[in-house]
C-alpha cells in the first residue's frame, strides 16, 4: 500500500481526492498498489464530509510520518507551497503539483532536489489542465528537436474571446457574463492580462530547450484591447481571434511570448473554443502534432495529477528523467521576429499608412464602414512595425493584431 497526502481540499485537492475514490479500481490496478489518502492538509474544517477524518492543519504531521511517500501539492501559490514541497521533496517524498506559479518560477531547483533525494516533482496538470502535455515532452517527443510550440493555454481567455466570436459580444459584457457564471475570477488579472499562460509557455519552452526560460523575461500582452470589430475583420479575412502562447526557435534562440494574434481558418488552434486548451507542437522528424482537451476545471485537472500519483507510485525509489536545467536559456527579443501585423487606419491616414508599408500592404474594408480600413502589413519584424506603425500615432484605431502562419 502507498499512503499519499493532499495538500489543499479546495477545486483541485477535492478532486484529487473523488479521482482517486472514483477510480479506485483502475488507479490501484495501474499503480501496481493500493492508494490509500492518509491525509488532507487544509486550514479549514469540513464537517460532514467522508474525508473529515483525514483533515490535518500541520504540515509536520505529514512530513514526519514516514508512511507517506506521495504528496499531491493542490495549494497554488509560491508561498507555503513552496516551502511544504522543499520539505517534502527533502525527505524523500514525492510531490505531483498543479501549481503552474511554483513550477514555472521553482521547476529546476525542485527538481534537483527531487533527484537529490531518489523521489519526483511532477507537474502534469500544470499546463493545460487534464490535457497530456508534460509527459509527451519529456517522454514521448524524446527523439525530437521541438522546434515550436503554440498554444490556447488560457481558459477563460478562450471562452471569452469565443463568446465575442460568435455572439458579436464587447469585452466588458463577456467578462462579466464569465464572472457571473465562474468561467473568469472577481479578480480576472491573471487570465485576461496573460500572465497564467505566461507561466504554462514559460514551462513548456524550457521542456523544450532543456534550460530555464524565466517567465519575466517573456513578452505578455493580454486581450483587454481586443474589440468586437477586431472580429468583424476577423470574420471577412476568415481568421479568428486568439490569446497565443508560443515558443519558437529563431537564429538559433528562443522566442517565446503571449498575445493575442489573429490566426488563419486553416490554422489547427482556429478550431479550440470555448473553454478547451490545445498545444501545437512542431518536431524536426515527427512534424506537427497537437493535443486537445480540457485545460481546467476540478476533475480534468485532477486527473492529471492523479496520473503523476501513478507514475510516482510504479516509480517509487527512482528519479523520472526531466530535462529541465537551471541555466537560463537564450531568449531572443520579440523585436527580431518576422511576421505580418494587422492594424485598423483612420480615413484620413490611409494615404500614409500605404506610404510607410510599401508595396505588399493588403486593404479590407468591412461593408457599410467609410470611417476606417483595416491594413494587413507584409512580413515585417516587430521593431521595423513598431517604428512605422508609431507614426500613425492618432490615425489608428484600437490595436494593432499579430498574425500567425
Ligand atoms: N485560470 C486558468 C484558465 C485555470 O482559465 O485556464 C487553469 O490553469
Request: aromatic residues 8%; negative net charge; proline residues 3%.
Amino acid at each position: 500500500m502507498i499512503k499519499i497526502a493532499v495538500l489543499g481540499y479546495g477545486t483541485v485537492g477535492s478532486g484529487v481526492v473523488e479521482v482517486i475514490e472514483k477510480n479506485k479500481d483502475i488507479v490501484n490496478k495501474k499503480s501496481g498498489e493500493e492508494i490509500e489518502i492518509k491525509y488532507i492538509l487544509d486550514l479549514r474544517e469540513f464537517p460532514g464530509d467522508p474525508y473529515e477524518d483525514k483533515v490535518v492543519h500541520d504540515f509536520s504531521r505529514i512530513l514526519a510520518d514516514d508512511e507517506i511517500q506521495i504528496v499531491c501539492e493542490t495549494m497554488g501559490g509560491v508561498g507555503a507551497a513552496y516551502e511544504f514541497t522543499k520539505q517534502a521533496l527533502s525527505a524523500g517524498k514525492s510531490v505531483c503539483t498543479s501549481n503552474k506559479e511554483l513550477v514555472a518560477a521553482h521547476g529546476p531547483e525542485l527538481l534537483a532536489l527531487a533527484k537529490g533525494h531518489a523521489c519526483n516533482y511532477l507537474f502534469e496538470a500544470s499546463v493545460g489542465g487534464g490535457i497530456p502535455i508534460i509527459r509527451p515532452m519529456n517522454y514521448s517527443l524524446t527523439a525530437e528537436r521541438i522546434e515550436a510550440v503554440t498554444g490556447i493555454l488560457n481558459g477563460t481567455t478562450n471562452y471569452i474571446l469565443s463568446k465575442m466570436e460568435y455572439e458579436g459580444a464587447d469585452y466588458d459584457t463577456v467578462l462579466k457574463e464569465a464572472q457571473e457564471k465562474g468561467y473568469a475570477e472577481r479578480n480576472p488579472e491573471a487570465d485576461v492580462e496573460g500572465h497564467d499562460a505566461c507561466r504554462k509557455i514559460a514551462i513548456l519552452s524550457s521542456l523544450m530547450t532543456g534550460k530555464n526560460v524565466d517567465y519575466r523575461k517573456i513578452y505578455t500582452e493580454g486581450i483587454t484591447k481586443v474589440e468586437s470589430r477586431d472580429f468583424e475583420y476577423a470574420k471577412q479575412l476568415g481568421m479568428s481571434i486568439k490569446l497565443l502562447a508560443l515558443s519558437k526557435e529563431v537564429e538559433n534562440k528562443t522566442v517565446a511570448m503571449v498575445s493575442p494574434f489573429l490566426i488563419d481558418g486553416a490554422h489547427p488552434l482556429h478550431m479550440v473554443n470555448g473553454v478547451f486548451n490545445a498545444v501545437f507542437v512542431r518536431g524536426n522528424m515527427l512534424g506537427d502534432s497537437m493535443y486537445y482537451g480540457k485545460g481546467a476545471g476540478k476533475l480534468p485537472t485532477a486527473s492529471a495529477v492523479v496520473s503523476d500519483v501513478i507514475d510516482c507510485a510504479r516509480h517509487i525509489g527512482k528519479v523520472l528523467m526531466c530535462f529541465w536545467d537551471a541555466e537560463e536559456a537564450d531568449l531572443l527579443s520579440i523585436d527580431r521576429v518576422q511576421r505580418k501585423f494587422f492594424f485598423r487606419v483612420k480615413a484620413e491616414g490611409l494615404a500614409m499608412a500605404r506610404e510607410l508599408f510599401g508595396q505588399g500592404l493588403e486593404e479590407v474594408s468591412l461593408p457599410g464602414v467609410k470611417e476606417e480600413c483595416g491594413i494587413i502589413t507584409p512580413v515585417i519584424s516587430e521593431a521595423d512595425f513598431a517604428d512605422r506603425y508609431g507614426k500613425l500615432e492618432g490615425l489608428v484605431v484600437g490595436r494593432r493584431l499579430r498574425i500567425e502562419g
